[in-house]
């Protein structure tokens, strides 16, 4: 039986990771930054070529994220891997100041 890289998150968990969509189910405070750290890992070592981000259940990021998610960024383009972020109105303006906006399609929902 071969491995799966792929999770399921339970209604506890808030991550999950299923081929190349990590999703996140709370706001990203620093208590969770450990657990979107490994979510980041297994997404980027799944067998996809393209990486989805979907934050829309998020409505605050932490600047702890911020810097997970640039990270999280620069890995995929160095594993050529494409990244589609989704996000709500309010919280896509902190990816405009950033700057990583040129780096990824972000899909405003």
């Keep these: 039986m071969q491995a ?3 999770d399921s998150a ?3 968990e ?3 990771v299923e081929k190349g969509l990590l999703r996140a189910h709370v706001d990203l ?13 297994r997404v980027l070592a799944s067998r996809s070529g393209e990486i ?3 934050l829309t259940d998020v409505s605050f990021i932490s600047s702890s994220f911020l810097g997970c998610l640039n990270n ?4 995929a383009g160095r594993l ?8 709500t109105q309010d919280v896509s303006w902190l990816f405009e100041i950033m700057g990583s906006r ?4 972000m899909r405003v929902v």
């Design 4 to 6: 799966n890289l792929d």
């Design 10 to 12: 339970s209604p506890r």
């Design 14 to 16: 808030p991550f999950s």
């Design 29 to 41: 405070y620093w208590n969770h930054l450990d657990a979107f750290e490994a979510a980041c890992g």
């Design 52 to 54: 989805e981000l979907d």
């Design 72 to 75: 999280l960024l620069l890995q």
């Design 80 to 87: 050529k891997k494409q990244v589609t972020l989704r996000v």
């Design 102 to 105: 040129r780096n990824l399609d």
